[in-house]
């Protein structure tokens, strides 16, 4: 396994620690935060992307800390097939590690909280409107804007510099609230497999109190649906060469 995965697994915890964290601040009975609202979740979401691409990058990793972000990199032909592997085994693991320190942070508050919906919705994502193909497509075309724009931020250019500059990991974390804020309504945005497949693993395995069934039968959406997009967003990236 490459070194690159320890960072993958710890920058992967942190974002799913502080993400997941601020949605179960915000829903949760008696979180000071409760009740924040929607742009409380997704400026958390952001600022968590950012620091969990920051403890990866210190760890050596790239910090993809997302497997439709591996799978885009594998089909432009930054990383190799053994590297991807490695990386999205470590993503999934600190998914899962990462949620469980959610549940411990918040251990007296499951029990106070009734609504199953609530407590499901601190792990994985559940749609606002369940339909099937709507809500693949909008995972999708999250997916492929994250992924697309991503390029582009650490993109050289004909110039050969980088928009980037040496803050990229803060203009994708600008990147992940943008996209949670204009296209996150109606699923919650997954855009990661890793973020929704990992806790929801968490949610159905932990004692978490008063909580209610995983929604397995959802589960695939916020997996297949940023794979596609992510692949969605590397053919479009990679077709600006011609």
């Not at 190799?80 to 470590?90: R, Y």
């Not at 609504?115 to 709507?134: E, F, K």
């Not at 309504?185 to 890793?194: D, H, L, V």
């Amino acid at each position: 396994m490459p070194a690159t995965a320890f960072g993958e697994f710890l920058g992967t915890l942190v974002l799913i620690l502080l993400g997941n964290g601020v949605v179960a601040g915000v829903l949760l009975e008696r979180s000071k935060a409760q009740g924040a609202g929607w742009l409380v979740i997704t400026t958390g979401w952001g600022i968590a992307v950012l620091c969990g691409v920051l403890v990866a990058l210190a760890c050596g990793a790239p910090g993809e800390l997302n497997p439709a972000v591996t799978l885009a990199n594998v089909m432009l032909g930054t990383r190799t097939t053994a590297d991807a592997l490695a990386h999205v085994a470590a993503q999934f693991g600190g998914a899962l590690a990462g949620s469980t320190l959610v549940w411990m942070h918040y251990l007296p508050h499951w029990a106070l909280t009734k609504d199953a919906d609530a407590i499901r919705s601190c792990y994985c994502n559940t749609p606002a409107v369940r339909t099937t193909g709507p809500n693949l497509i909008s995972e999708i075309i999250g997916t492929s804007v994250l992924v697309l724009v991503a390029m582009a931020i650490g993109s050289s250019g004909a110039s050969g510099t980088t928009p980037a500059s040496n803050f990229g990991p803060a203009l994708v974390a600008a990147l992940v609230w943008g996209i949670g804020l204009s296209l996150g309504g109606p699923t919650g945005y997954a855009i990661n497999p890793a973020r929704d497949l990992g806790p929801r693993i968490a949610h159905a395995l932990l004692p978490i109190a008063n909580k209610g069934p995983s929604d397995w039968s959802y589960a695939w959406i916020p997996v297949v649906g940023p794979l596609l997009g992510g692949a969605l967003g590397a053919i479009v990236w990679a077709s600006r060469l011609g």
